[in-house]
């Protein structure tokens, strides 16, 4: 991983958190070349699970970063929110084109396939092909919320050139790093300050993902961030509830998804092979330290890069994104 100190036009690739926006400046070259990563944590309200609840207010912090950062008119890649991302399995017959997949799976909305919203952005992968289905993958969104982040970063002088997930980014490092293999069932743990989210990924792609927000707030937590963006100091300061008991309900609802995933997704015939960790949560080795006396599964982690501190790997991941 190389860092650069020199000046360029560079995408910006950044992450808006309830919590926190999180921006890695790099070139995609081969090795990616970072110039720069920031962050900024924002007050509790502002964003509530991944829906901008004070637009104003966010408008106002995100211009301000845009300016502190350098990063004006830059084009922008971006994250979907986690608890509006669907990932669902869906048979298309095999005389389906497959420039006509999307809009094949828009008609059979609210028939064969059910969404949790109206209105989606749909994006597909294709897995197999059989003599009478084409299996694909369907990752769908609400229009709604792309729309909005798209519309905010235009705002504040940039230009939205992509949109992912953040379980794909965190797996494409993963994989960068040859932490991963076609043949596994990986669950990629992504554990932040206020929710975890859990994902699958089989022949490297994200078969199961579940969002679970936390009982925490940003307003459990004292924030120290140093003036020039790029690390802060946090502590715990909730005295109600011990971050202990949180991480002993994650480790119960990850057991729970081994075992669902074992005897209900795969009849019993497969099952998760390891454990991929991350996060920005500033109790994640204590996470990682209760998973291993829980499971007896390798566990994997990114742990040290160069200059870049470990809660920007998502946004990393987003820099490594193609096209």
Not at 20 to 35: A, D, F, H, W
Not at 207 to 235: C, G, K, V, Y
Not at 261 to 278: A, C, H, K, P
Not at 286 to 305: C, G, H, V
Request: charged fraction near 25%.
């Amino acid at each position: 991983m190389a860092f650069s100190l020199f000046f360029s036009n560079q995408i910006a690739n950044i992450i808006i958190k309830d919590h926190v926006i999180r921006y890695v400046g790099g070139k995609k070259n081969s090795p990616l070349t970072v110039r720069n990563f920031r962050e900024r944590y924002i007050p509790k309200g502002i964003i509530n699970e991944g829906k901008i609840m004070d637009r104003d207010t966010l408008h106002l912090i995100l211009d301000e970063c845009v300016s502190e950062w350098e990063i004006k008119k830059r084009e922008v890649r971006f994250v979907i929110p986690d608890p509006f991302v669907v990932i669902r399995k869906a048979a298309i017959p095999i005389d389906i084109k497959d420039n006509e997949i999307i809009g094949y799976l828009l008609l059979e909305l609210g028939s064969s396939i059910h969404l949790p919203f109206d209105e989606p952005v749909i994006d597909f992968k294709k897995i197999s092909e059989g003599d009478r289905n084409k299996d694909v993958l369907m990752f769908a969104t609400p229009r709604e919320i792309s729309q909005d982040y798209a519309s905010l970063f235009k705002e504040v002088s940039l230009r939205p050139i992509a949109a992912d997930i953040s379980p794909l980014c965190m797996y494409r490092l993963f994989h960068s790093y040859n932490k991963t293999k076609i043949d596994n069932h990986s669950l990629l743990v992504q554990f932040d300050m206020q929710s975890v989210n859990l994902s699958i990924f089989h022949e490297h792609l994200p078969i199961f993902m579940r969002h679970i927000a936390l009982d925490s707030t940003i307003a459990d937590w004292e924030i120290r961030q140093n003036p020039e963006q790029t690390i802060a100091e946090i502590n715990w300061i909730n005295h109600n509830k011990s971050v202990e008991i949180i991480i002993e309900e994650i480790v119960r609802e990850i057991e729970h998804l081994i075992n669902f995933y074992r005897f209900n997704i795969r009849q019993g015939n497969e099952q998760v092979t390891d454990i991929l960790m991350s996060g920005d949560h500033p109790y994640l080795s204590n996470l990682i330290s209760a998973i291993i006396d829980r499971f007896e599964l390798p566990i994997k982690t990114i742990d040290t890069l160069e200059k870049l501190p470990v809660h920007f790997l998502l946004p990393l991941g987003l820099a490594l994104k193609e096209g």
